[in-house]
């Protein structure tokens, strides 16, 4: 298959004894990060690196032993907000090259972390009312 973006980063999920027999794919370009599961159906997830919010670095034992980990990313996004990178080589390699590429996305549309700031889901207005006091209660 031929590539449509150029990639800077690419692997497969993990399994066990961290072998990369998996049908989820993990790829990484200047501007998004895409995420490719199945076999016979294929489904693709992908989010822009500048609307990235937040990442957090999981490290299990069972994934540790084989130089594996797992990446979860917060993202302000209204589909998926929060993505997992599981199971990968060279975890926190990956989270300094995607520090760098988000903070280059950022500077090219002039986006800042106080732009970001906000909940992609209103999830009282998804209920059809507002709790004020917190209780549970409209």
């Excluded at 690419?10 to 599961?37: A, M, N």
């Excluded at 084989?66 to 907000?81: A, R």
């Excluded at 207005?125 to 004020?132: H, M, T």
Aim: aromatic letters at 12%; glycine letters at 8%; one cysteine or more.
């Amino acid at each position: 298959m031929k590539a449509d973006f150029d990639y800077i980063w690419t692997d497969k999920k993990r399994t066990v004894f961290g072998l990369p027999i998996s049908f989820t794919r993990y790829f990484l370009t200047e501007k998004k990060f895409i995420t490719r599961k199945g076999f016979f159906t294929v489904v693709e997830d992908e989010f822009d690196l500048y609307r990235v919010i937040d990442k957090k670095l999981v490290l299990p034992f069972g994934q540790r032993i084989f130089g594996c980990g797992t990446i979860v990313v917060n993202v302000k996004d209204v589909d998926t907000p929060q993505n997992e990178i599981k199971s990968i080589k060279a975890p926190r390699a990956l989270m300094n090259k995607m520090d760098e590429l988000i903070e280059a996305q950022r500077d090219r549309y002039s986006i800042r972390g106080r732009d970001m700031v906000g909940d992609v889901h209103n999830h009282d207005a998804d209920c059809g009312f507002f709790d004020n006091d917190g209780d549970g209660d409209a």
